[in-house]
């Protein structure tokens, strides 16, 4: 049974971590960069608020599938991971589309924002957070489908 609980704790933190993670550092930590920015379009704070609402809608979704089903229901606990982790592959993903950046360097209002690095190697905190939260998702569903998980419904 702690496998189990363990496997939904893990399903849960990436689900709060959709809903808490980027209103929070989008819309309150970095809000003059963002929502607050003068330099955005009103059709840009559009797209801003429109991913708010999908982190919010995914991982609300994700919470209510481990709400009601059982740990051992494989495809309930996969499709919690997906809506717990797909804002944050989007995100990972809109950093590939041209014309797009994870940092700040030369923001008109944050300013000439250094782009963090350890040892030499560009590391940008939301990447780093996303990557986690997919990685914590992926392994609340894989302990789902341990033998230990599975025994209590056979």
Known sequence: MHRDS????LLVTAAISTIVIPIGVDAILLAKGHMS???????????CAMSFFAAVSLGSAALAILKV?????????????????AFWV???AAGFWPGTSYGFLNDPVLGNTPEPQVIGITIYPNVA???????IAIAGYWLTGQPAARKQYR
Do not use: E
């Open 6 to 9: 363990l496997a939904k704790g």
């Open 37 to 47: 920015n003068p330099a955005w379009l009103p059709h840009a704070k559009l797209h």
């Open 69 to 85: 089903r059982p740990v051992t229901d494989r495809f309930s606990m996969g499709l919690s991971a997906f809506l717990g982790s």
């Open 90 to 92: 989007g995100l990972i």
């Open 129 to 135: 957070i996303g990557a986690l939260a997919i990685a």
